[in-house]
């Protein structure tokens, strides 16, 4: 598998097509996951729509610095476990190599940026990903109804997390550092409420 920053148009285009939302996102920076030479994943950060979101990580003297991994699209037939040159296999398979790459790139082309992201309780994610990539979990964001020109869109509520390039500025979070949130198994026959 090879890593590499992708041009905005091949990241809007792949997710589009690919990512359960089917919309293209705000793009500052994108990057993608390709297996002989055929894409097989997308990560991509911008800006956040929402400037509540940007002034209330660290304060509005940091809002500049705030982005969003808003997308992450993985081709769901990649193995879920991976074996390094050494020959140790790793359960955190694909996604979180592809984050963890992602990031390090994100560190050497803004050594300062702030990242948010939200894992959806409707699609019964909990954010697996995040946590295994280390990032700082605030809790869920309320569920609303956003106006998209004639339409009105219910969003869900989401599990929300932040990650900072520069370690050090873990210290001027606004928001609660709570504790990971788990998938919860489902017994035979048992529903599941969000």
Known sequence: MIFKPINHILASVTVIAKHYLHAKPPISFAFGAFEDDRIKGVLTVGKPCSHTVCDGVCGKDRADD??????????????????????????????????????????????????????????????????????????????????????????????????????ADRMSLRWKELPYPKQKVLVAGERITV
């Open 66 to 167: 705030v982005y969003e991994l808003n997308r992450l699209w993985m081709d769901d037939a990649l193995p879920k476990t991976v074996t390094d040159s050494t020959g140790k296999v790793h359960s955190a398979g694909y996604e979180s190599r592809f984050i963890g790459w992602c990031l390090q790139e994100l560190r050497g082309l803004y050594p300062n940026i702030v990242l948010v992201s939200y894992a959806d309780t409707r699609q019964r994610h909990v954010g697996t990903v995040y946590q295994a990539t280390n990032w700082t979990y605030t809790g869920t964001s309320a569920p609303f109804i956003d106006k998209v020109g004639e339409r009105s869109i219910e969003r869900s509520m989401k599990h929300r997390y932040v990650w900072f390039s520069n370690t």
